[in-house]
């Protein structure tokens, strides 16, 4: 297969309530990994445009933010995958890439959430379950991740204290990534005294609803070269998997089948295993979200996941560092902008331009990036 | 020539139905009777819940109903502090799965107090009217 580098990253801020339309919002972040990779719209060979549709009225954006960057006469097309949609991108990209039609590619995701109250955009993400047999009895994402968070602690005796510690650590990073819309310290004991919301999660084990866009530009080794990069990232290993939509169908509710798979086929393709992944990202939209990774990713064993977080070996100076931008849950989840916004993330640890998030010297990060209630699941292997 | 009539039976499908026409339609039918009904592939005999009219392994054969019986296990649930626009006046409700061992049945906990909830506990699943004349299934104790 040939090599596909990642040149060049760039996020908007993630705020509540962008002071603009979503053309305008995808172009803060079109802008950035533009001026990162330091390059031209002549050397884009397409355009995948990711979000996930209802919260604007926008129907095809692809066709309105490809003229917005200037990005015609190139194709585009738009991809959707609920949460995951720009990693679902980044695949698709990579293919294009890696089958020589296309020397480069850019995957621009955006969200624009605030365009609809937070109970409309409840009723939205429970339709990203299914329509026919759950949604008519009320569900939301919330709600099922809770049942997951349910039957995890039932199965290995954990707590909620072992989920707010979860929380402890996004917020410890929120406060220095000046992108994150939640910025504030949490403590432990604020986690716990929180409103439930679908119990045994609370608030705090949730993740802020967020306007944002991310792009990622990648490309042919020998466009990469052509472009004077000097910190190519590489995409080593890209696995992506599907489970069934209804919870009925789903064989076990203490981890997420689709990120078993996913993170399998990536390790594979990849030649690397969870011991020699230096940094990764996580879909913690909720706190029992990061907590099911650890172990479907395999950096803890089955019931292992609250000793890694309560050993502190997922924070930055740990064995395993996860989320040490703030994660889902304090850099907010722009559904369509997140998993372009994690690959951003690990791609500025990997080439050690990460700032006060730095991790030490990382030589292959890993992104897990889920969509729907682990209907979707991606995971994505980088190196130096 | 009169339109052809659409059999929009599963509009009567919970608090809000997002779905008014499918081939199992039939399912409204066994809740008015009291029942929960799934189907079965008549040729490999794979049991379908939620209910389905094609069988992915053997397409173009015939599946059948059958009727929920007997008692399931508590796999999983949620109590709901909040909803979904639409669902605000049904609070507080719980969402849980039942595994029937063959298979599992999404839906909601009914008469039952939350702090009586158990994973692992016995319970069966009853055909429900709500007000205003929708049909939906609960949980109840066994
Ligand atoms: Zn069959």
């Known amino acids: 297969m040939p090599k596909v580098a990642v040149i060049g990253v760039g996020q908007s801020a993630f705020v509540r309530g962008y002071p603009g339309s979503i053309r305008e919002l995808a172009f803060d972040a079109y802008a950035e990994a533009m001026a990162d990779a330091k390059?031209?719209?002549?050397?884009?060979?397409?355009?995948?445009?990711?979000s996930s549709p209802e919260y604007d009225k926008q129907r095809s954006p692809a066709g309105v933010i490809a003229e917005y960057c200037g990005l015609n006469p190139q194709p585009t097309f738009y991809v959707e995958t609920l949460c995951s949609s720009s990693s679902t991108g980044l695949k698709l990209a990579y293919s294009l890439v890696a089958s020589g039609l296309h020397e480069s590619v850019m995957v621009l995701g955006f969200q624009k959430m605030s365009e609809i109250s937070s109970a409309e955009s409840q009723?939205?993400?429970?339709?990203?379950?299914?329509?026919?047999?759950?949604?008519?009895?009320?569900?939301?994402m919330p709600a099922y991740y809770a049942m997951h968070a349910k039957a995890y602690l039932n199965q290995f005796g954990a707590s909620e204290e072992d989920l707010a510690l979860i929380r402890v650590k996004a917020a410890t990073y929120g406060q220095i990534n000046e992108k994150a819309v939640y910025r504030k310290p949490v403590e432990l004991q604020q986690c716990l005294d929180a409103d439930p919301v679908s119990k045994p999660l609370k608030v705090m084990d949730c993740c802020a609803n967020a306007d944002g866009s991310s792009c990622v530009i990648v490309a042919s080794e020998k466009r990469a070269k052509e472009m004077g990069i000097k910190k190519p990232v590489w995409i080593l290993g890209i696995g992506a998997a599907s489970m069934p939509i209804n919870m009925s169908c789903r064989e076990k509710f203490h981890g997420l089948a689709v990120a078993e798979?996913?993170?399998?086929?990536?390790?594979?393709?990849?030649?690397?295993?969870?011991?020699?992944?230096?940094?990764?990202?996580?879909?913690?939209?909720?706190?029992?979200?990061?907590?099911?990774?650890?172990?479907?990713?395999?950096?803890?064993?089955?019931?292992?996941?609250p000793a890694l977080i309560r050993a502190k070996e997922t924070y930055k100076e740990g064995s395993i560092p996860v989320n040490v931008d703030g994660g889902?849950?304090?850099?907010?989840?722009?559904?369509?902008?997140?998993?372009?916004?994690?690959?951003?993330?690990?791609?500025?640890?990997?080439?050690?331009?990460?700032?006060?998030?730095?991790?030490?010297?990382?030589?292959f990060g890993l992104v897990h990036n889920i969509g729907g209630v682990g209907l979707y699941g991606n995971v994505t292997i980088f190196g130096r | 020539m009169a339109k052809p009539e659409i059999d929009a039976r599963f509009k009567k499908f919970?608090?809000?139905?997002?779905?008014?026409?499918?081939?199992?339609?039939?399912?409204?039918?066994?809740?008015?009777?009291?029942?929960?009904?799934?189907?079965?592939?008549?040729k490999c005999g794979q049991v379908f819940f939620p209910p389905r009219a094609d069988c992915f392994r053997c397409p173009g054969e015939a599946v059948e109903?059958?009727?929920?019986?007997?008692?399931?296990?508590?796999?999983?649930?949620?109590?709901?502090?909040?909803?979904?626009?639409?669902?605000?006046?049904?609070?507080?409700?719980?969402?849980?799965?039942?595994?029937?061992?063959?298979?599992?049945?999404?839906?909601?906990?009914?008469?039952?107090?939350?702090?009586?909830?158990?994973?692992?506990?016995?319970?069966?699943a009853r055909a429900n009217e709500l007000p205003g004349g929708n049909l939906n299934y609960v949980f109840e104790k066994a």
């Open chain 1, 328 to 363: 889902l849950l304090s850099k907010g989840h722009p559904i369509g902008a997140t998993g372009g916004s994690q690959v951003r993330t690990v791609v500025l640890q990997l080439r050690d331009e990460a700032g006060a998030m730095q991790v030490k010297d990382p030589q």
């Open chain 1, 39 to 50: 390059a031209q719209n002549s050397d884009i060979g397409a355009t995948v445009i990711c």
């Open chain 2, 65 to 124: 109903w059958f009727v929920v019986e007997g008692t399931g296990k508590l796999a999983t649930f949620s109590e709901l502090m909040y909803a979904p626009i639409g669902f605000g006046e049904d609070l507080p409700y719980a969402i849980a799965v039942l595994d029937y061992g063959d298979f599992k049945v999404f839906g909601r906990i009914g008469q039952v107090p939350f702090e009586d909830l158990t994973i692992g506990m016995d319970m069966v």
């Open chain 1, 123 to 140: 009723e939205r993400m429970g339709r990203g379950a299914d329509i026919q047999w759950e949604s008519p009895f009320g569900t939301m």
């Open chain 1, 261 to 305: 798979e996913a993170a399998r086929q990536a390790y594979k393709m990849a030649g690397l295993g969870p011991k020699d992944i230096n940094v990764a990202e996580v879909h913690d939209c909720f706190t029992i979200a990061e907590m099911m990774a650890y172990e479907n990713l395999g950096f803890a064993d089955p019931g292992q996941g």
């Open chain 2, 14 to 42: 919970g608090t809000v139905s997002f779905t008014a026409t499918t081939k199992v339609n039939d399912f409204i039918d066994y809740l008015e009777k009291g029942q929960v009904a799934g189907t079965k592939c008549a």
